[in-house]
Antibody, heavy 125, light 109 residues
């Protein structure tokens, strides 16, 4: 059974870079048709997709965050990471990593299962 | 870009049926997925591809879709069903392929 766990600092200063790592247990990030994803949720608000890295290393980002986001993977460590630069208070959120399952038939679709427990990152001086 | 519209909240008495809707352009041609998020917890997929129940999810949870509206129906609602419910689609035709609805808080009276 695949499990995901986020780790990283819970407090980041404005203008600095937020860095989080997701460790995958029970599976590999380089096998299977999956999009290893980051999703965030500001306090009291809805879910926002940040981006993903595919099993083959291809990345895709939310256009609204693209200029500040980098997602990378380390297959040997079974980890994938998120870097978000130039953070502001608006980036304060619970950050989740999740596995996106890719289905091509009968129509292209992706849903997320499982999710990590989430980690709260606060941007404040 | 695709926008998914959900009611902010739905209230239901225990034992009754709750209906949560998710509307959006062209979702009739896309798979709709539903997540349950209990307070302080991560989301869990309950329904994927419109109406398939995820492993371990009670039969009381059912998904359906008609036209551009998807519906999550929870029968015989229990206190433990109180949570936020989010719908989600994948739209590969746009530059923002992962779209979530705003979420609906299910209140069990």
């Amino acid at each position: 059974q695949v499990q995901l766990q986020e780790s990283g600092p819970g407090l980041v200063k404005p203008s600095q870079t937020l860095s989080l790592t997701c460790t995958v247990s029970g599976g590999s990030i380089s096998s299977g048709d999956y999009y290893w994803s980051w999703i965030r949720q500001p306090p009291g608000k809805g879910l926002e997709w940040i981006g993903y890295i595919s099993y083959s290393g291809h990345t895709y980002y939310n256009p609204s965050l693209k200029s500040r986001v980098t997602i990378s993977g380390d297959t040997s460590r079974k980890q994938f990471s998120l870097k978000l630069s130039s953070v502001t208070a608006a980036d304060t959120a619970v950050y989740y990593c999740a596995r996106g399952l890719i289905v091509a038939v009968p129509a292209p679709m992706v849903w997320f299962d499982p999710w990590g427990q989430g980690t709260l990152v606060t941007v404040s001086s | 870009s695709n926008v998914l519209t959900q009611p902010p909240s739905v209230s239901v008495a225990p034992g009754k049926t709750a209906t949560i809707t998710c509307g959006g352009n062209n979702i009739g041609s896309k798979g709709v997925h539903w997540y349950q998020q209990r307070p302080g917890q991560a989301p869990v997929v309950v329904i994927y591809y419109d109406s398939d129940r995820s492993s371990g999810i009670p039969e009381r949870f059912a998904g359906s879709k008609s036209g551009n509206t998807a519906t999550l129906t929870i029968s015989r609602v229990e206190a433990g069903d109180e949570a936020d419910y989010h719908c989600q689609v994948w739209d590969a035709s746009v530059d923002h392929p992962v779209v979530f609805g705003g979420g609906t808080k299910l209140i069990v009276l």
